[in-house]
């Protein structure tokens, strides 16, 4: 399911054709609710599927967007693994209504992982760092912190 199929309050609706061409309304793609970002396809840039976005964490000291929960492998959720994906590691590919990671499969098997019942302490630094590390990303510097 995409984001315009979660869309329940109408933030993608578009407009009227005009002149043959459709503007857009409301906010999006700059712009999204976070619900309706949930479920969302993830796909590498060689077009294969690595799983859905499942859950988006929020910095509450910040108020950014940290990482997006991304599932992975098993089947019918048995056996899926969990995968904490900066947010900056994603890039929201509007043609295809997906988020796209510049990962392989196999590479994302090796990823640092957990599961539903194991959660890791995404506050703790040296976590941080160990995920942006592996994805090649840097984590957002709060002046506050």
């Known amino acids: 399911m995409n984001y315009e199929e979660r869309d329940s309050l109408g933030i993608y609706v578009r407009g009227k054709v ?56 098993g089947f019918l959720g048995m056996g899926e693994k969990l995968f904490a994906v ?9 043609a295809n209504k997906r988020f796209v990671l510049d990962a392989s499969k196999e590479r994302l098997k090796d990823a640092p992982g957990f599961n539903k019942d194991s959660w890791p302490d995404m506050a ?19 002046p506050g912190r």
């Open 124 to 142: 703790d630094t040296t976590w941080e760092k160990g995920i942006h590390d592996y994805y090649g990303t840097r984590p957002y510097v709060d």
């Open 18 to 73: 005009l002149e043959g061409k459709i503007p857009p309304q409301g906010p999006g793609p700059h712009l999204m609710g976070a619900d309706t970002l949930l479920g969302n396809d993830v796909y590498n840039t060689q077009e294969e599927s690595l799983g859905d976005i499942k859950e988006i964490m929020l910095d509450m000291r910040s108020g950014r967007v940290a990482y997006a929960v991304l599932s992975f492998g």
């Open 86 to 94: 900066p947010w900056s590691a994603l890039r929201l590919d509007t």
